[in-house]
Structures are given as C-alpha cells and as structure tokens.
C-alpha cells in the first residue's frame, strides 16, 4: 500500500491525508467551534465521517484487528491512524452527550450522570485500542484487572457509596438544581449543586451546606419545590369574638383577598380551629408562588390582620399560656379611653399628612365625607384625574392597568392604604382602575378641604411634597400616570406643582 511512495505524490499519500485531515479536525471542533457545541457535534461527525471513509479507501479497517504489514512504517502508521479514528469515534460521542443534556435545559443537573456516560465512552475507546490496535486480549485484561478492583474498592468504599449514591440520586431525581429541601433532621436549604462526593445546598442563612451522597440516600426528605414552585403555608391568629364566628371569618377572607404575595389559584381558605369563651382560633392557609416568599407573604398577612381587625372593631385575643390581667379587665380600660373619630384616626395612620398639627388634623377631619362602594364597583377608572384623596377605612380593593389586550394587576389596598394623592395634590391622570373585591368604606378628602390650610400654613406644600417625593422614589404612591408624575418627581418640581395647582403665594 506504501509501496508507491513518491515526493511527487505526496497528497496522495494517506498518511498525509489522514494526518492533515486529524490536525484539521482538531483544530476546527476542539478551538473554533468549541463556544458552539451544537456546531461542535457536527463538525466532529463530519470529521469523524470523513476519516472513517478515508482509512476504509486505504484498506484500514480500524474495528478490526487487520494482518500485521511488514513494514515497520507501516505498522506505526495504521497503528496512529487506529487511535486517531477511535479518539474522533469517543469525541463524537461526547459532543452528542453533551449537547443532549444541554438540549434538555438541565446541564447542571446531569452532571454527574454525563460524566459517568462520558467516562464510559473514554474507557470503551481504550478497550477498543487494545484490542484492535495492539491484539491484546482484552478478556485477560478484565480478568486480571478484577483483582485490582476489589482491593481498590475496598480500600474506597466510603468514596464508591458518595458515587454509587449520586448516581442512584441522579437517576431517581427527588430533587433538582434550585429546589429547596427538608431533610428529616431538620437540615434545609437550597440544592445549588451536585457531584461525585455530595450534594450542596445554601440554607436561609446563606451558609454552604455539603451532605455525602451516601447519607442523603438514607435520610428521608421532603421536597418543598416539587410537583411545582408554588409552596403552601399557613398562620394561625386568635380573636376574641365580640362578634359571630361566621363575621369573623368573612373579616379573615377579606385579608387575603388584600394580599397581593399570594396565589389566588388554588383558592385561600380559612378555618376555624377553636371556639372558647375568650377567643375564636383561625388558621388562614395559602399559597405562594416560591418557597422564598412565604415569609415576605406572613409578613404582609400579619400585618393585613392587624388592620382589618382594627377595621372591624374586633380585638386580637392574647394567647392561651399568656400571663397578665383578664381580658374583661383588658376591655373595661380600652373602653375607659378617650374616644377619637375614624376620620382622625385614617389621618393618624397615614405619612402623608404626618406633619399636620391637631389642630389642622382636626379641621382636616371634620371636611371628610364618608362614602361607601358594593363588591366589584369601579372607585376610579384608568386615566381619571381624580381631585381628592380616599382613605381606605375597611374592605380590599384591587388595581389593575390595561396594556394592550391584557388587564395587569398592580396591586391590592386595604385598611389604611390610600390613593388619589397624585390628582390631588399635583392634578396628574391615575395609570390604573380600582375596582373593590369587597364592600368597601372609604372617607374622601377634597381639594377644597385641604386649600385653607395650605393658604395658612404654606410650608404645609413642601411637607407634602417631601413624603409625596418619597412614595414616588420607593414606588409606594398611588399608581400616577407614567411620566406625568413631575419631570423625575424632584423637590422643587413637586412643591412648585402644589402651590401652582392650589394658588398658595411663593
């Protein structure tokens, strides 16, 4: 086959062609189009192909042990071409195992598998040069190597059950990268990786917590990310019933229809637990989107609780082992207190007029009307420019902004939240309807209420502008038109605006 040899015929040489075609094909799969692992496989197929037709052309059949040539050169040379072509043959292979797992949108995760099946395909490569490369009987080897392996396996059994374990982690998948576990000895956290060795989460304190695979085989677990993101949660709140039990709960759904961190598919429930004499015992259950927000959402529903209770007229009862005075003792001195108006009380529980004296407080409160909308009543629609401002006093209401042909929901206000400032103190357009999701009381403050205190106190404007400024920069005001809400909302613009719009002197 070599015989033929010239320097005139030097392409045609096969081992020039195999070998240009071998550093060819490395330098293109291997540097070029090693970012693109889609490319990268074809490439290597192509090259693999490519190389495969051209050892076949030349009478070199590399799964078969071939007669030895009896030249020397020769022998090298098919010996190379041999392990060249099963290289290509495992790096082909590879490339598709890799580009499979990253098809699937889960690299991370199937890590350990994919390099296992890798480590695989490396070690049938180096049987396959044994054996058709060097006639080596490859059965003698296996049977000789398995004495090896049992002292080797013996001396890392602790390594082989991580191994073992991780791979039977792998296949059985109870959990995935990103989902958030419960181990039965209390440990938590946040998979964030898995190995050979172990398996890593990152726990609510942000630390890095390294589990052997072996021991998470054994340990039960629960998997809070799983079937879905969305995770249940619960709170329990006592009540003393000054009212009926059915009152009560009609007050505790009102809160969570105000919760804007829950889920409202499935349905929120509430369930009384208890009934005595001092109290009614609720357990308000829910549903979050991650596990990461149920505690941001107890916050919200605590303090929703505290605010429709307060609403409501009703009282939090103390808990069972609570030490302290009776609760008739508790409810004579709260009845013994000076009694203070609602209007008074929504100005006290406000920021935006928490730089009023009593006096302007009081003046400001004998001017509010008390005004009252059904379930589902429009209480603003988008675009109105509202000129006055509405205290929520009990009820939930929702806010949502039409963008093309879907209906976004901003937001959810309850007792204490209030709206319309924008309109009335600046005269912009609201970007959002409200709508109630309950029967709703609202007390209104108007324009012309709020002019003689700013004509009396004219750095009552500048107070109001500073906490309207405020809300705007941690987006906590009324849901103003986009952009009219003053040129980026400055100080200056803001207090400006007041006077202008309420014609107090400069």
């Given at each position: 086959m070599l015989d033929n040899f010239t320097w005139s015929g030097v392409l045609a040489d096969p081992v020039v062609q195999a070998g240009t075609l071998a550093v060819v094909g490395a330098i293109v799969t291997r540097?070029?189009?090693?970012?693109?692992?889609?490319?990268?496989?074809?490439?290597?197929?192509?090259?693999?192909?490519?190389?495969?037709?051209?050892?076949?052309?030349?009478?070199?059949?590399?799964?078969?042990?071939?007669?030895?040539?009896?030249?020397?050169?020769?022998?090298?040379?098919?010996?190379?071409?041999?392990?060249?072509?099963?290289?290509?043959?495992?790096?082909?292979?590879?490339?598709?195992?890799?580009?499979?797992?990253?098809?699937?949108?889960?690299?991370?995760?199937?890590?350990?598998?994919?390099?296992?099946?890798?480590?695989?395909?490396?070690?049938?490569?180096?049987?396959?040069?044994?054996?058709?490369?060097?006639?080596?009987?490859?059965?003698?080897?296996?049977?000789?190597?398995?004495?090896?392996?049992?002292?080797?396996?013996?001396?890392?059994?602790?390594?082989?059950?991580?191994?073992?374990?991780?791979?039977?982690?792998?296949?059985?998948?109870?959990?995935?990268?990103?989902?958030?576990?419960?181990?039965?000895?209390?440990?938590?956290?946040?998979?964030?990786?898995?190995?050979?060795?172990?398996?890593?989460?990152?726990?609510?304190?942000?630390?890095?917590?390294?589990?052997?695979?072996?021991?998470?085989?054994?340990?039960?677990?629960?998997?809070?990310?799983?079937?879905?993101?969305?995770?249940?949660?619960?709170?329990?709140?006592?009540?003393v019933p000054t009212i009926g039990p059915s009152a009560i709960i009609e007050v505790m759904r009102t809160v969570l229809l105000s919760s804007g961190s829950i889920l409202t598919e499935p349905k929120p429930g509430v369930q009384i637990k208890s009934l005595a004499s001092d109290a009614v015992e609720l357990e308000l259950s829910f549903r979050v989107r991650d596990i990461g927000q149920a505690g941001p959402a107890k916050n919200e529903i605590f303090d929703l609780i505290y605010r429709h209770i307060k609403a409501a007229g009703l009282t939090l009862a103390r808990p069972i082992d609570a030490a302290g005075p009776p609760p008739d003792q508790l409810q004579s001195e709260e009845v013994m207190k000076p009694h203070r108006p609602t209007p008074l009380k929504l100005l006290d529980a406000i920021s935006l007029f928490s730089s009023l004296t009593e006096d302007e407080k009081e003046t400001l409160a004998a001017s509010m009307t008390r005004r009252t909308y059904k379930k589902d009543s429009i209480l603003i629609e988008q675009g109105d420019t509202v000129a006055s401002l509405m205290i929520v006093r009990s009820g939930a209401l929702v806010a949502t902004r039409r963008e093309g042909h879907q209906e976004v929901e901003l937001g959810r206000l309850a007792p204490g939240d209030y709206f319309g400032e924008s309109g009335l103190l600046i005269g912009v357009g609201e970007a959002a309807s409200l709508r109630a999701l309950t029967f709703v009381v609202v007390y209104e403050i108007a324009q012309a209420s709020l002019t003689p205190l700013l004509h009396d106190r004219p750095g009552i404007a500048e107070e109001l502008a500073a906490t309207l400024s405020r809300r705007i920069e941690t987006g906590q005001h009324s849901f103003a038109t986009e952009g009219a809400t003053l040129n980026g909302g400055s100080m200056t613009s803001l207090v400006t605006r007041i006077r202008h719009l309420f014609k107090v002197p400069q």
């Amino acid at each position: 086959m070599l015989d033929n040899f010239t320097w005139s015929g030097v392409l045609a040489d096969p081992v020039v062609q195999a070998g240009t075609l071998a550093v060819v094909g490395a330098i293109v799969t291997r540097i070029a189009l090693r970012p693109f692992p889609s490319w990268k496989l074809a490439g290597q197929v192509f090259f693999f192909a490519a190389l495969t037709v051209l050892l076949l052309y030349h009478d070199i059949v590399p799964y078969e042990v071939g007669p030895a040539p009896a030249s020397t050169f020769e022998r090298v040379f098919i010996a190379l071409a041999k392990v060249v072509w099963w290289i290509n043959a495992a790096w082909a292979l590879i490339a598709f195992v890799r580009v499979f797992l990253i098809f699937e949108r889960q690299p991370r995760e199937g890590r350990l598998v994919q390099d296992l099946v890798i480590g695989l395909i490396y070690l049938g490569a180096i049987l396959s040069v044994v054996a058709y490369v060097f006639s080596f009987p490859v059965g003698t080897l296996i049977a000789t190597s398995g004495v090896f392996a049992i002292i080797l396996g013996l001396a890392l059994q602790s390594t082989l059950s991580d191994v073992f374990s991780g791979i039977a982690l792998n296949l059985g998948r109870p959990y995935t990268i990103g989902d958030w576990i419960v181990l039965n000895d209390g440990v938590e956290g946040r998979v964030v990786e898995t190995n050979w060795r172990s398996t890593h989460l990152l726990n609510g304190s942000n630390d890095l917590v390294v589990l052997p695979n072996s021991f998470l085989a054994k340990v039960g677990l629960t998997n809070l990310s799983s079937p879905d993101r969305s995770h249940g949660a619960s709170l329990t709140v006592r009540v003393v019933p000054t009212i009926g039990p059915s009152a009560i709960i009609e007050v505790m759904r009102t809160v969570l229809l105000s919760s804007g961190s829950i889920l409202t598919e499935p349905k929120p429930g509430v369930q009384i637990k208890s009934l005595a004499s001092d109290a009614v015992e609720l357990e308000l259950s829910f549903r979050v989107r991650d596990i990461g927000q149920a505690g941001p959402a107890k916050n919200e529903i605590f303090d929703l609780i505290y605010r429709h209770i307060k609403a409501a007229g009703l009282t939090l009862a103390r808990p069972i082992d609570a030490a302290g005075p009776p609760p008739d003792q508790l409810q004579s001195e709260e009845v013994m207190k000076p009694h203070r108006p609602t209007p008074l009380k929504l100005l006290d529980a406000i920021s935006l007029f928490s730089s009023l004296t009593e006096d302007e407080k009081e003046t400001l409160a004998a001017s509010m009307t008390r005004r009252t909308y059904k379930k589902d009543s429009i209480l603003i629609e988008q675009g109105d420019t509202v000129a006055s401002l509405m205290i929520v006093r009990s009820g939930a209401l929702v806010a949502t902004r039409r963008e093309g042909h879907q209906e976004v929901e901003l937001g959810r206000l309850a007792p204490g939240d209030y709206f319309g400032e924008s309109g009335l103190l600046i005269g912009v357009g609201e970007a959002a309807s409200l709508r109630a999701l309950t029967f709703v009381v609202v007390y209104e403050i108007a324009q012309a209420s709020l002019t003689p205190l700013l004509h009396d106190r004219p750095g009552i404007a500048e107070e109001l502008a500073a906490t309207l400024s405020r809300r705007i920069e941690t987006g906590q005001h009324s849901f103003a038109t986009e952009g009219a809400t003053l040129n980026g909302g400055s100080m200056t613009s803001l207090v400006t605006r007041i006077r202008h719009l309420f014609k107090v002197p400069q």
